[in-house]
């Protein structure tokens, strides 16, 4: 199967365009020409033509990232960071400190190849948990603590629990085309949610934790289904990122 790796635009009206996920760039491709770190290109076979760069792509689009929002620290979430001019990024403490732990060959097993591994532990990041918390003002029911990115109630982190470590999503209650959920890797897809068919058990366990997976996922089925106006946009969906 072929799967995109979804980068989002945000064109804020007060606080100008913020990029949500980076994607792969060749940060990736640098990290993984070395063994054992090349089993990942191996195992996941990554194709990039340069006009699906992320510098080609926000100069289709004019845009100029004054801020990065990173959902969890998966290569494929990360590598395109450092192929645009450096902005400030946010990430949670959970991903943060996870990084911090264990040897090449656990942080490769844990999707974040020891280079990158090491070029991300050179940022500087906030941590969406020292942002202020933010009360459900959609009223999606979901059980997981939201904060307030920009202080005006536009964006919303919201923990997604079980896939990698600390992952997080981003609600914006209002965009032009209506209320719009980032739901990074909770889902692999829009039609998965629709089947409420999750990933197999094996591939929860060795990316993070199963049973907080079900539960995160369960939550997004019942979202899908019963909020309708809320897009839910899985990082990897090929509906989403057509
Ligand atoms: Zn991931």
């Known amino acids: 199967m ?5 980068s989002v635009l945000i064109r804020h009206p007060t606080l100008g365009d913020i990029l949500f996920d980076t994607g792969y760039g060749p940060a990736f491709f640098d990290a993984t020409r070395p063994f054992p770190e090349r089993l990942y290109r191996w195992l996941t076979p990554v194709q990039q033509p340069p006009d699906q760069r992320l510098p080609a792509l926000l100069e289709k689009h004019g845009a100029r990232p004054g ?5 969890h620290l998966h290569a494929d979430h990360v ?5 645009i001019p450096p902005a400030p990024v946010i990430t949670s403490r959970k991903a943060w400190e996870h990084l911090q732990e264990g040897n090449r060959l656990t942080t490769l097993k844990a999707g974040c190849p020891e280079r990158l591994r090491q070029r991300i532990q050179s940022l500087h990041p906030q941590f969406i948990e020292d942002f202020p918390v933010a009360p459900d003002a959609l009223g999606t029911g979901l059980p997981f603590p939201f904060y307030d990115l920009a202080a005006d109630g536009s964006l919303l982190a919201v923990s997604l629990p079980g896939h990698g470590h600390g992952q997080f999503g981003l609600l914006l209650p209002q965009t032009s085309t209506g209320p719009a959920f980032l739901i990074a890797d909770a889902a692999w897809s829009r039609q998965a949610l629709r089947d409420r068919a999750p990933p197999p058990d094996i591939t929860l366990r060795r990316l993070g934790d199963a049973g907080a997976c079900h539960a995160t996922f369960a939550a997004l089925c019942d979202l899908a289904q019963q909020r309708p106006d809320i897009s839910l946009w899985p990082s990897h969906c090929p509906e989403a990122f057509a």
């Not at 590598?79 to 192929?83: E, K, R, T, V, Y």
């Open 2 to 6: 072929r799967f995109p790796a979804g």
């Open 79 to 83: 590598a395109g960071l450092f192929d």
């Open 67 to 71: 801020l990065i929002l990173l959902s």
